[in-house]
């Protein structure tokens, strides 16, 4: 699932918060995590989990005019799976 779209310049380094918890079941809580981009040179920098529901992480770097889509897996405590992505379109003025 498409979480966003965003611009972004090369040169920010932008903090971003993904929010799980409407989609938990109670007591469920986020495990574990995967980040990538395709093109790769998007840089993904302090990734963690945040109050056991949300991944927050910064992403920077990029070059003028690429899109980029940013590839989140989370897996949580009671055994599911999620793959979503974001799309990250890079303009410098």
């Known amino acids: 699932m498409r979480l966003g779209t965003f611009t972004k310049t090369s040169v920010d380094n932008l903090r971003f918060e993904v929010d799980y918890s409407e989609w938990l079941e109670?007591?469920?809580?986020?495990?574990?995590?995967?980040?990538?981009?395709?093109?790769?040179?998007?840089m993904i920098s302090s990734?963690?989990?945040?109050?056991?529901?949300?991944?927050?992480?910064?992403?920077?770097g990029g070059v003028d005019g690429e899109v980029y889509n940013m590839l989140v897996t989370i897996s949580t405590s009671g055994g599911q799976v999620r793959r979503d992505y974001?799309?990250?379109t890079v303009h410098d003025p």
């Open 26 to 42: 109670a007591p469920e809580v986020l495990l574990a995590f995967e980040l990538g981009s395709d093109p790769a040179d998007l």
């Open 86 to 88: 974001i799309v990250f």
């Open 47 to 60: 990734a963690s989990i945040l109050n056991t529901t949300s991944l927050v992480f910064f992403v920077g």
